[in-house]
């Protein structure tokens, strides 16, 4: 199985899988629409993403009108901190959708048995010198 990866923009890290999205240590809350719609911006880095892409992807082909549309828009970037006028991450493409800006690193989140190990601290077994 493909591990999804963790991207991280701009002090953020949105963790697809677990359906996380962090700012720092806190969790920012998206409804599961609006977090797949990040998802889907931020998998297609630099590219544009047309509208009738997020119609089927997002919404699965469930008529919704533009102004759904731009509402999700509108609330990620809210919590995203950015500015429509001066954007840092999402770039609105007049009458065509939407592309992520931000530079995107990916990191493979870690395993079960990875964070078990982590999680269990390793004893000293140095012998102590006898009290004199």
Known sequence: MQ??????????????SNRELRDGEH???LNTRY?????LLVREQGRLVHKERFFEEVWNDVVVSDSALTQCVKEIRRQLG???ANPRFIETVPRHGYRFIAEV????PATDAERSTRAIPTPDLTPTPPLA
């Not at 591990?3 to 697809?16: K, V």
């Not at 690193?105 to 493979?108: D, H, I, K, N, P």
């Open 3 to 16: 591990e999804i990866p963790i991207y991280r923009f701009g002090g953020f890290s949105l963790d697809a």
């Open 27 to 29: 969790r920012l809350d």
């Open 105 to 108: 690193s990916t990191a493979v």
């Open 82 to 84: 950015d500015d429509v």
């Open 35 to 39: 977090f797949d719609a990040l998802v």
